[in-house]
């Protein structure tokens, strides 16, 4: 599995749109991009997957460029209820395969 | 997707003892994994769970501290045994159907404090 490295905390404000990128330089060809987003006291939660270009959904946007070895994570006009840890994951797609996680990105949103 | 409920929500227990935390999926999933998540750090994968089979371990966790049951589609359990207080953690399982570009759903973790 892919080892994955991303800012330990982030800062923003509300209504900021939030980039947080994420390094795998050893990703293999069939391996995905998945992040997960955690508040306190909760599982994570799926938020977004991709293999590459550019994929949107109604929370994100996850933006890969055409080598693969980084993944950036948009989180547009980013509220309070955004404050949380965010994961960045790379593996083989499919619920067959365990989740390694790294250690995240801890964003505050401040009012 | 899938729900995913887990008992108990937290518990506090004595050094010696053993705790059994139950995982319930709303619906039947391929696969399951237990993960423990220390306070203010990531997840460490437990054991991946499948059903009819016995639990794989990841290096560093063994079955006869953390024995695990898979008794069908939708339910599994995780027992801490012999807990000492460096067992104090969350627990936590998720549940993939293993189907196409789906992915893995959470609980929303067992809080164990061991003193």
């Known amino acids: 599995l892919a080892k994955t490295t991303q800012p330990i905390s982030m800062d923003s404000y509300e209504g900021q749109e939030v980039n947080i990128t994420c390094s795998h330089n050893n990703i293999a060809t069939n391996d995905y991009i998945t992040w997960y987003q955690q508040f306190p006291s909760q599982g994570p939660r799926f938020i977004i997957q991709g293999y590459k270009t550019k994929v949107t959904n109604e929370v994100a946007s996850l933006f890969i460029p055409a080598d693969r070895k980084s993944s950036t994570l948009s989180l547009p006009r980013v509220s309070l209820s955004d404050t949380a840890v965010y994961y960045c994951l790379v593996g083989p797609m499919g619920g067959y395969n365990k989740l390694i996680f790294g250690a995240g990105t801890r964003l505050a949103v401040h009012p | 997707s899938a729900v995913i409920s887990q008992k108990p929500s937290r518990d506090i227990c004595q050094r010696g003892t053993s705790l059994t935390i139950q995982c319930q999926v709303d619906?039947?999933?391929?696969?399951m994994f237990w993960y423990r998540q220390q306070p203010g750090q990531s997840l460490t994968l437990i054991a991946t769970a499948n059903q009819g089979s016995e639990a794989t371990y990841e290096s560093g966790f063994v079955i006869d501290k953390f024995p695990i049951s898979r008794p069908n589609l939708t339910f599994s359990t995780l027992t801490v045994s012999n807990m000492s207080p460096e067992d104090s953690s969350i627990y936590l399982c998720?549940?993939?159907?293993?189907?196409?570009?789906?992915?893995?759903?959470f609980g929303p973790g067992t809080r164990l404090t061991v003193l």
């Open positions: 998720s549940a993939a159907r293993g189907q196409g570009t789906d992915t893995q759903y």
């Open positions: 619906s039947q999933v391929t696969m």
